[in-house]
């Protein structure tokens, strides 16, 4: 029993430092490294209740309802960038800064490899991949639009006020839904992982349900409707990436979004076309050397760049 | 340019990040594997002058780490072949794995749907909107303490439940259960 009561204290001494670590200073780091550092199981505990942090990050939460007895206190409404303390300025320093110059518009970001997940009022989240800024409303939590980059949407559903949101110049109206969304402005694929969304189109809505795609390659142009299983729908989570008949210049480009690796194609590989799944560790050392093994070409490292040319000899 | 700081601040910090990711991975290659990796992206970590430096390449150095150990706990048993090549999306051979994944955020969303509203909006605002325990305790009209004090307890409910979710997958391993740690407080 005293066994198990140790461990259990360990498990919350870990915890505290977890919430303690959010805004940390030099010095906290370093006394969390000598705490680390003072017995294997405290490792192992921190290990176990970062795990278990991440999970609650990806997590749905239930939809917030107003607290009781919190009607007179300001209702403060997702400062995002001007929340204070030492986690804020963080936040603040990886976003790409996004003010608009006025109104209840406002932009969130993230760079090249960076993620964060975004809670609007309705109870609706957002994951936000790398490389990818959308523009929401404080006035309005049911809309939003993805200027850029790639997202999944879990909507929280209200038939009196559907989720509107817009890509590539197209509207995009949820029907009750998990769906991801990219778009480099122009370009737009929309997946559904659960229940429906309508997507807006010249010859009227075209409704899509749980597995169904449908990606344009600019806009105006042709909409392409597909299957998807819809586990692998929003892949770009969990590492796993799908590509369908695209230029291998796309599936570089959108490494970089996700992960920030930097990697130039040499000769004619950028238009060589790529199509299967390619399952990712967000570490280069690992995932660019397989990524030459599977299209069969050498790679080499050039400062922070990397360099993949064609295995096979061109012929001069 | 942003960075030329952020490189100097991150070479003076080496022996320090080296620490926390040896501990954190539980070996020192590993460790200097991520420090390199850290060091080759250093330019994409931020598009602006950091407020604290060093406390910032801590972050991410620990969440690097994290990374690290979520993607060797699901490499572990399939090994080799991660990266690969799949003509349809039915013949997925982590199948397993991923209805594993997919247990554990069930397990989570499931001990968060249980817990007291306030414990869950604190839960949600310092996790997913980043947003400070002052802040939280602002909105929640109570004192820091007491948000911190929800915080430990929504952290531990959670990892309460993946605990018992692991040991019904791994079988009863152990002798002493520890059930009554999922009651709701």
Same mark, same amino acid.
């Given at each position: 029993?005293?066994?198990?009561?140790?461990?259990?204290?360990?498990?919350?001494?870990?915890?505290?430092?977890h919430?303690?670590?959010?805004?940390?200073?030099?010095?906290a780091?370093?006394?969390?490294?000598?705490?680390l550092?003072?017995?294997?199981?405290?490792?192992?505990?921190?290990?176990?209740?970062a795990?278990?942090?991440?999970?609650?990050?990806g997590?749905?939460?239930?939809?917030?309802?107003?607290?009781?007895?919190?009607?007179?206190?300001?209702?403060?409404?997702?400062?995002?960038?001007?929340?204070?303390?030492a986690?804020?300025?963080?936040?603040?320093?990886?976003?790409?800064?996004?003010?608009?110059?006025?109104?209840?518009?406002?932009?969130?970001?993230?760079?090249?490899?960076?993620?964060?997940?975004?809670? /609007?009022?309705?109870?609706?989240?957002?994951e936000m991949?790398?490389?990818?800024?959308?523009?929401?409303?404080?006035?309005?939590?049911?809309?939003?639009?993805?200027?850029?980059?790639?997202?999944?949407?879990?909507?929280?559903?209200?038939?009196?006020?559907?989720?509107?949101?817009?890509?590539?110049?197209?509207?995009?109206?949820? /029907?009750?839904?998990?769906?991801?969304?990219?778009?480099?402005?122009?370009?737009?694929?929309?997946?559904?992982?659960?229940?429906?969304v309508?997507?807006?189109?010249?010859?009227g809505?075209?409704?899509?349900?749980?597995?169904?795609?449908?990606?344009?390659?600019?806009?105006?142009?042709?909409?392409?409707?597909?299957?998807?299983?819809?586990?692998?729908?929003?892949?770009?989570?969990?590492?796993?990436?799908?590509?369908?008949?695209?230029?291998?210049?796309?599936?570089?480009?959108?490494?970089?979004?996700?992960?920030?690796?930097?990697?130039?194609?040499?000769?004619?590989?950028?238009e060589?076309?790529?199509?299967?799944?390619?399952?990712?560790?967000?570490?280069?050392?690992?995932?660019?050397?397989?990524?030459?093994?599977?299209?069969?070409?050498?790679?080499?490292?050039?400062?922070?760049?990397?360099?993949?040319s064609d295995?096979?000899?061109?012929?001069? | 340019?942003?960075?030329?700081?952020?490189?100097?601040?991150?070479?003076?910090?080496r022996?320090?990040?080296?620490?926390?990711?040896?501990?954190?991975?539980g070996?020192?290659?590993?460790?200097?594997?991520?420090?390199?990796?850290?060091?080759?992206?250093?330019?994409q970590?931020?598009?602006k002058?950091?407020a604290?430096?060093?406390?910032?390449?801590?972050?991410?150095?620990?969440?690097?780490?994290?990374?690290?150990?979520?993607?060797?706990?699901?490499?572990?048993?399939?090994?080799?072949?991660?990266?690969?090549?799949?003509?349809?999306p039915?013949?997925?051979?982590d199948?397993?794995?991923?209805?594993?994944?997919?247990?554990?955020?069930?397990?989570?969303?499931?001990?968060?749907?249980?817990?007291?509203?306030?414990m869950?909006t604190?839960?949600?605002?310092?996790?997913?909107?980043?947003?400070?325990?002052?802040?939280?305790?602002?909105?929640?009209?109570?004192?820091?303490?007491g948000v911190?004090?929800?915080?430990?307890?929504?952290?531990?409910?959670?990892?309460?439940?993946?605990?018992?979710?692991?040991?019904d997958?791994?079988?009863?391993r152990?002798?002493?259960?520890?059930?009554d740690n999922?009651?709701?407080?």
């Open positions: 029993m005293i066994v198990s009561a140790e461990q259990a204290d360990i498990i919350d001494r870990a915890i505290g430092w919430l303690r670590l959010a805004d940390a200073d030099e010095a780091w370093s006394a969390f490294v000598d705490w550092e003072a017995d294997p199981a405290h490792a192992a505990a921190y290990d176990r209740v795990a278990g942090d991440r999970l609650i990050g997590a749905r939460f239930p939809a917030a309802r107003p607290l009781p007895g919190n009607d007179d206190a300001p209702r403060r409404r997702w400062p995002w960038l001007a929340a204070g303390g986690a804020a300025a963080v936040v603040a320093a990886l976003t790409i800064p996004a003010l608009t110059p006025a109104g209840s518009a406002y932009a969130v970001a993230t760079g090249a490899g960076e993620r964060r997940v975004v809670a /609007l009022d309705d109870g609706t989240s957002i991949s790398g490389g990818t800024r959308l523009r929401l409303d404080h006035a309005d939590p049911r809309v939003a639009t993805l200027e850029r980059g790639e997202a999944v949407f879990h909507v929280r559903h209200d038939a009196a006020h559907p989720f509107v949101m817009t890509a590539g110049g197209t509207t995009i109206r949820d /029907l009750g839904t998990v769906f991801n969304v990219a778009s480099d402005g122009t370009a737009l694929s929309v997946a559904v992982a659960e229940g429906a309508e997507v807006g189109a010249a010859g809505p075209v409704r899509l349900g749980a597995g169904d795609m449908l990606s344009r390659a600019r806009e105006g142009g042709p909409a392409v409707k597909g299957r998807i299983a819809p586990d692998l729908v929003g892949g770009w989570r969990s590492g796993r990436l799908s590509f369908h008949d695209q230029r291998l210049a796309a599936v570089t480009a959108t490494l970089d979004r996700l992960y920030g690796y930097r990697i130039a194609l040499d000769g004619a590989l950028p060589r076309p790529f199509t299967g799944m390619i399952r990712l560790s967000g570490t280069a050392d690992r995932d660019i050397p397989h990524l030459a093994g599977l299209i069969g070409a050498t790679w080499r490292r050039d400062q922070g760049r990397w360099i993949l295995a096979q000899p061109s012929p001069r | 340019m942003a960075d030329g700081g952020l490189r100097a601040v991150f070479l003076a910090q022996p320090m990040l080296l620490r926390l990711l040896t501990a954190r991975l070996n020192r290659d590993d460790a200097e594997d991520a420090l390199q990796d850290m060091w080759l992206r250093i330019d970590l931020s598009d002058p950091v604290q430096p060093a406390a910032f390449l801590y972050r991410v150095a620990a969440n690097l780490a994290t990374d690290r150990r979520i993607a060797a706990g699901r490499r572990g048993a399939r090994d080799a072949v991660w990266l690969d090549i799949q003509s349809a039915e013949e997925i051979p199948a397993e794995r991923t209805m594993l994944a997919r247990g554990e955020w069930r397990e989570v969303e499931g001990a968060i749907a249980d817990m007291p509203e306030r869950a604190a839960l949600r605002m310092f996790r997913l909107e980043e947003r400070s325990q002052r802040a939280i305790a602002e909105h929640l009209g109570i004192s820091v303490s911190e004090k929800l915080l430990q307890r929504a952290y531990r409910k959670i990892h309460d439940r993946l605990d018992g979710y692991a040991e997958r791994a079988g009863p152990r002798q002493q259960g520890e059930g999922d009651r709701v407080g």
